[in-house]
């Protein structure tokens, strides 16, 4: 299977939003539309990339910093084209752009309901906290 691995543009945003839309245990809001992603990437460049196969995008990882942590947010891989390493491709991507800008430490939030997605993580050696509550609030 031939795949191929680039930057996330604005461009990408209908066929990008699909995929998330159609992924289970992700969680979409205000701050998704196609405005606040591009806040979003015009904030970080070069840290959010696509999967590409015949000519569609089949994964995501939307992902920026603060300065001080990375952040990882809506990794997505079309359910048919899964453990194929595409997701790990795409973290690894991110990661290293991370790195590169001096980011050492990187989070992501996951639904206490999304248990595939958990698998997923820790799988992958991320480490699960229990010690740190989010609390949120629309403004």
């Known amino acids: ?27 979409l809001g205000e701050s998704d539309s196609e405005e606040g ?8 460049p070069g840290h959010s990339f696509v999967c590409e196969h015949d000519g569609r995008i089949v994964g995501t990882v939307l992902c920026g910093h ?26 690894s991507k991110s990661l290293d752009s991370l790195l590169e800008a001096g ?16 698998q997923f993580w820790e799988h992958n050696g991320w480490q699960r906290r229990d010690d740190i509550l989010i609390y949120s609030k629309s403004i």
């Open 1 to 27: 299977e031939m795949y191929t691995y680039r930057e996330m543009k604005i461009e990408d945003y209908q066929e990008v939003y699909s995929l998330w839309a159609n992924t289970d245990g992700m969680g």
């Open 37 to 44: 992603i591009a806040q979003y990437l015009l904030r970080n």
């Open 66 to 91: 603060d300065g001080r942590r990375g952040y990882i947010h809506h990794v997505a891989v079309a359910k048919e084209l899964r453990k194929n390493g595409i997701a790990r491709t795409l973290l």
């Open 103 to 118: 980011i050492k430490k990187c989070h992501l939030m996951v639904f206490g309901s999304n248990h595939s997605g958990q």
